[in-house]
């Protein structure tokens, strides 16, 4: 069923596994610097997991980036993670993909989907899991990417307010 609706474009809400109490990622991100989630305590967390030939996964960048926009003044992070193995894809190959979408947050590579598995049990994108200020999952994690955009935001940006404490629309 899952398999479906993100062949079809759709979103999904699954738990499939269980999540570590506080997962361990410790990702280097094109920029050169080591991004670990334990540093990342106190702000609400964003990690988006894609690849450059998933195309749901590039509408999905270009609405994050927009969410980025709107909560850039609030304690949240946003990160995108590759999981594309060196031989798919190169550093300059991946930064040339970002700055052609003019991504802005940091681009992790998770060469070996270590921290991809911690949540699931095989590749399903793309995959976003939210961390809340404590740095545990805020379940469920998220898959697949509306065709309709603007709800899939609504969707997200209500999960970040919730996370931030924020309960209204007017607490955007």
Request: charged share 25%.
């Amino acid at each position: 069923m899952i398999a479906v609706l993100i062949a079809l474009g759709g979103v999904a809400s699954a738990q499939l596994k269980p999540p570590p109490a506080a997962p361990q990622m410790k990702l280097q991100g094109l920029d050169g610097k080591v991004y670990d989630l334990a540093d990342l305590r106190g702000s609400v967390v964003l990690v988006s997991f894609g690849a450059t030939w998933c195309l749901p996964c590039t509408t999905e960048l270009k609405a994050l980036q927009e969410l980025l926009t709107e909560f850039r003044d609030r304690p949240v992070k946003f990160f995108w993670v590759s999981v594309e193995r060196p031989e798919e894809i190169t550093n300059a190959g991946l930064k040339r993909y970002a700055h052609e979408r003019r991504v802005t947050f940091p681009v992790l590579r998770d060469t070996g989907k270590m921290v991809y598995l911690q949540f699931a049990d095989r590749v399903r994108l793309p995959m976003i899991v939210l961390l809340n200020k404590s740095g545990r999952v805020d379940a469920p994690v998220q898959l697949g990417m509306e065709s309709q955009t603007e709800s899939y935001k609504a969707n997200l940006r209500a999960r970040l307010n919730r996370l931030l404490g924020r309960t209204t629309e007017a607490g955007r």
